[in-house]
């Protein structure tokens, strides 16, 4: 069975200060990994996507994240937040392949910026 | 182009009564996935439909059904709600071929009193 574990609730930063969330995954077979990012009363937006492709993913808003198998670690970074990127941001795993997959959430982090 | 949407937006139950939440999904996908999302935790896998049929399930009980029309667009049912089932219900929509890149809607938020 596949699972993932968010390290920590919830993260504090300072505006223009490095974002680190982390995410740990479980899965016997290949892996594909996300990262979502869900703001108040919202549904989830996609912020990046790991399909075994390159190790060290690009996505949306200056976030990246970097896939590490001997780690089992696929942790979410961003240079410099801002005070946008406070939202839930959550991990997500699940095997590769074409055929029906289903999404396995992790427990989410609240990311708060203060100016 | 639209993107995945979802109906009602809100909607307050008592227990014991059953409802129906509706998505359509995004324009040229074909796939729906319907998740629950109790507050403070993330999202779980309810079911998945293609073609009209049920394709993969999740953890939940036979009070939770679904329906995937021609168009493609989906319900969710729920029957003999409890208060246990307030949450906040996502559905998701994927193209073909391609089931693990879904996009998800703003979702519906039910009370169950």
């Known amino acids: 069975a596949q699972s993932v574990t968010q390290l920590g609730s919830h993260v504090s930063v300072s505006e223009g200060a490095l974002v680190l969330l982390r995410c740990n995954y479980s899965s016997s077979v290949p892996p594909y990994l996300f990262w979502y990012v869900q703001y108040p009363n919202q549904g989830l937006q996609l912020l990046l996507k790991?399909?075994?492709?390159?190790?060290l993913v690009k996505g949306i808003n200056g976030f990246e994240a970097e896939f590490k198998k001997s780690e089992t670690s696929f942790h979410l970074t961003k240079p410099s937040a801002h005070m946008s990127d406070a939202a839930e941001y959550f991990c997500?795993?699940?095997?590769?392949?074409?055929?029906?997959?289903?999404?396995?959430f992790g427990t989410g982090t609240r990311l708060l910026v203060s100016p | 182009d639209a993107g995945v949407t979802q109906s009602p937006t809100h909607l307050i139950k008592t227990r014991g009564q059953q409802v129906t939440l509706r998505c359509s999904p995004k324009s040229g996908h074909d796939t729906v996935s319907w998740y629950q999302q109790a507050l403070g935790q993330g999202p779980q896998f309810i079911f998945q439909?293609?073609?009209?049929?049920?394709?993969q399930r999740g953890n939940f009980p036979d009070r939770f059904s679904g329906h995937q029309f021609p168009n493609y667009s989906s319900e969710l049912n729920v029957n003999a709600l409890l208060l246990g089932d307030s949450a906040l219900y996502l559905c998701?929509?994927?193209?073909?071929?391609?089931?693990?890149?879904?996009?998800f809607g703003p979702g519906t938020r039910l009370t169950v009193l």
């Open positions: 997500a795993v699940s095997d590769q392949g074409t055929g029906f997959q289903k999404l396995v």
């Open positions: 790991y399909t075994s492709a390159a190790t």
């Open positions: 439909y293609y073609e009209e049929e049920e394709r």
């Open positions: 998701a929509s994927s193209s073909p071929g391609r089931h693990n890149e879904q996009f």
